[in-house]
């Protein structure tokens, strides 16, 4: 692959960075404190496109791909990993599975919307006992009719606080695994009756962005409303994944290049034993070290990225990319945290924030251990 940008990238990765510095680092301290996303600046990021980043402008989106994307990520989670979230669920989990598995009618009925700025999107796929374990899940959807009566609940369910529709997962046929008897449903969280959704769950990092448990008590799907094959519901949610951890790897290679950054910026001024702190070797070189593995996490993303732009199986190059990244992304801001001493440890100061917030990359769209069972099963070792 070419190890540079064009000029259409390089156009979109500027433009991505002055959003990212003029439009949301003045909120991003305040929207963690308050843990509440700023509703107009949720109104900003659709009126200029960045929910519909690498979809086809036939549908309203911006026409761009997968790498074009992940520079959003990275510009954007730089300054604030609750947006980057807010963006990622909606872009590679909800959007993605309706663009890859939807019908043409349901394409231009929900994904449109979606992907034009009109409506947010999030993905149930999480339930209380349900993990990275997916053959737990409990919630089940009963055919009646033309429609389906879901009920069950999911949790962690990213934007689901205002988000317009979702993608949600469950049971059509209990008598077989997971993996035969899910099926993939679109729903409208705010005009079907029987959906619950709670405040937001009080988290370590990531505090802004929405993330809820939804309930759903005999809701009735129409039958129109099955995104794909009754029962081809586990393909749909891992696709959806693959695309997933692309984003999430970006994200968190922005969260250790903007804590490096600050770590760096500080580290100038402040003076100890008569020197700056960046003039002493011990942090030169561990300042060098950090940033040569948030080098390769970028690289090894952006392989990832040009590998689905192709058409190539990228599924493992994105396990890879997000294993790595996110390893990354938590010792950078350990170390941005040390290097800044008892500011660092500070609310006053990002690298605070991006510390908290660099953890869940290890977690969610798959644990790392997780990564390392596809990365694995991809290498043939049995």
């Given amino acids: 692959m070419d190890f540079t940008l064009d000029k259409r990238h390089l156009l979109q990765q500027q433009l991505y960075r002055s959003f990212a510095e003029n439009e949301i680092k003045p909120l991003a301290k305040e929207m963690d404190e308050a843990e509440a996303y700023d509703m107009e600046l949720l109104k900003k990021l659709q009126r200029y496109g960045f929910f519909g980043i690498p979809y086809s402008r036939e549908y309203g989106g911006g026409g761009s791909d997968t790498l074009g994307y992940t520079l959003c990520m990275e510009e954007v989670s730089k300054i ?18 309706i663009n890859q598995f939807g019908t043409s009618e349901q394409k231009e009925r929900f994904l449109r919307p979606l992907i034009d700025g009109s409506k947010i999107g999030c993905y149930g796929l999480t339930e209380p006992g349900a993990g990275s374990d997916v053959q737990g899940a409990q919630t089940v959807a009963v055919k009646d009719g033309d429609n389906y009566a879901i009920t069950g609940s999911k949790i962690f369910t990213t934007n689901s606080g205002f988000a317009d529709i979702c993608v949600v997962f469950a049971l059509t046929d209990r008598s077989v695994p997971a993996a035969k008897g899910l099926t993939a449903f679109i729903v409208d ?104 593995k948030i080098d390769a996490a970028r690289l090894m993303t952006w392989r990832a990225a040009v590998a689905e732009d192709n058409g190539e199986a990228f599924g493992p190059l994105a396990a890879k990319a997000k294993l790595f990244a996110s390893d990354v992304a938590n010792e950078v801001t350990r170390f941005a945290v040390q290097l800044m001493g008892g500011y660092g440890y500070c609310r006053e100061y990002p690298v605070e924030r991006a510390m908290r917030d660099a953890k869940i990359t290890e977690i969610y769209e798959g644990t790392s251990e997780v990564m390392k069972m596809v990365i694995a099963g991809s290498m043939k070792l049995k």
Avoid: W
């Fill in 80 to 97: 604030d990993a609750s947006t980057g979230i807010t963006i990622s669920v909606h872009t590679s989990l909800c959007c993605s599975c």
């Fill in 189 to 292: 969280l705010k005009e079907m009756p029987g959906i619950t959704v709670s405040d937001n769950i009080q988290r370590m990092g990531l505090r802004a962005a929405s993330n809820c448990i939804v309930s759903y008590d005999n809701v009735r799907v129409p039958a129109d409303r099955v995104l794909g094959s009754v029962g081809g519901g586990f393909k749909i949610a891992m696709k959806a994944l693959d695309c997933g951890r692309i984003g999430i790897a970006a994200q968190a290679v922005g969260i250790a290049q903007g804590a490096l950054d600050e770590a760096i910026k500080y580290a100038k001024e402040r003076k100890q034993f008569g020197r700056p702190i960046t003039a002493f070797q011990n942090s030169q070189f561990r300042i060098a070290e950090m940033q040569t």
